[in-house]
Each structure stands twice: as C-alpha cells, then as structure tokens.
C-alpha cells in the first residue's frame, strides 16, 4: 500500500482516511466509464474517476475536502449543479488510484469496486491493440455489479460493435 503524510495535523490520518472511505461509500461513486471520443486512436476513452455529492449548503465542507485531499497531491474539481448539490471529482489515473489505494483498508461497501477499479487503471497502461482494449472494457462492464447505475450506454458490445464496422 501507498505511505502518504498529510500536512493537516487536526486528526489522526487514519482518522480522516477512514471518515473519507465512509463518505465515499455513503455519498460518493466510484465511476469506470467507457466515452466514445472520435479524437482517441480507439474511438473511446476509458475514463475513471471518484466524486463525492452534497446539498449546496454544505459546499464548505466540499470546499475542506478538496484542500485535504490537497495536502497529498491529489488534485480535485469542484462545483455547485442547478439542481441544489455539489460535487468534488477526482479524475486522472494516478489520482484515482492514489486516493483508492489510502482509502482502500477502510472501505467496506466499496472495497470490492476499488480493487477492481485499481485493476483497471493496472490493466490500461498495458493495452497495446483493440484485443487488450476489449478486455479492459470487460472490466469496466463488470464494474456496473457494484453500482446501482442504470444509464450505462457504452458498453463492452458497443466498443465490439464499433470495432467491427471498421473492418
């Protein structure tokens, strides 16, 4: 596992790694997602990242996390939706799996879908053709028995699909 300090010296670090952890779990998504993106030399991106939702009222409290997630290096975005909620979102491979990889011991819930998700991000530094692709993308698909998603598009068979009709 990853050795990480923080700057912050409130609370213990496992103390906070752990509140994190039950944050994620409660009103946070770990996300794997397959985008279509005509600018990638596949025609889809494999995109992963962490993001955790509040009321907009509790925006400062968004706004603290960010600055302690900022205390390791992890770097986040943050905002406010039209429909009253925020949001900070880790994107990046490096930056999800750091996070994932301090978090990773106090996650219940979600422990599963971290291991899975570190796997993946593992697996995408290998892929060399559309057949390592293809099984990358089995993983992200597999990454849905994890979640309660149900708007999921872009889906291992739509990367086949898409594959074929180029030949």
Same mark, same amino acid.
């Given at each position: !596992? ?22 994620? =779990? ?5 996300? +794997? ?7 990638? $030399?596949? &025609?889809? =991106? ?8 509040? /009321? ?14 900022? +205390? ?5 975005? +943050?905002?406010? /939706?039209?429909? &009253? !909620? ?11 799996? $750091?996070?994932? =990889? !301090? !978090? ?6 979600? /422990? ?17 053709? =559309? ?21 999921? $598009? ?14």
């Amino acid at each position: !596992m990853l050795k990480v300090k923080s700057k912050d010296k409130s609370l213990p670090l496992e103390i906070n790694l752990s509140y994190i952890a039950g944050f994620l =779990e409660g009103d946070g998504c770990i996300l +794997s997602q397959i985008v279509r993106r005509k600018d990638y $030399k596949l &025609g889809f =991106e494999l995109r992963l990242s962490i993001s955790f939702y509040q /009321k907009v009222n509790r925006y400062w409290f968004i706004l603290k996390l960010s600055k302690y997630l900022d +205390s390791f290096g992890i770097k986040s975005n +943050s905002g406010k /939706k039209s429909d &009253g !909620m925020c949001y900070l979102t880790i994107n990046g491979d490096s930056q999800v799996k $750091k996070l994932l =990889e !301090m !978090m990773y011991p106090y996650l219940l819930l979600k /422990k599963r879908l971290a291991r899975l998700t570190i796997e993946i991000i593992n697996l995408k530094k290998t892929i060399k053709n =559309e057949d390592d692709f293809i099984e990358v993308c089995k993983l992200i698909d597999k990454t849905s028995e994890y979640r309660d998603s149900k708007k999921r $598009k872009i889906t291992t068979s739509t990367v086949e699909d898409w594959f074929n009709s180029l030949i």
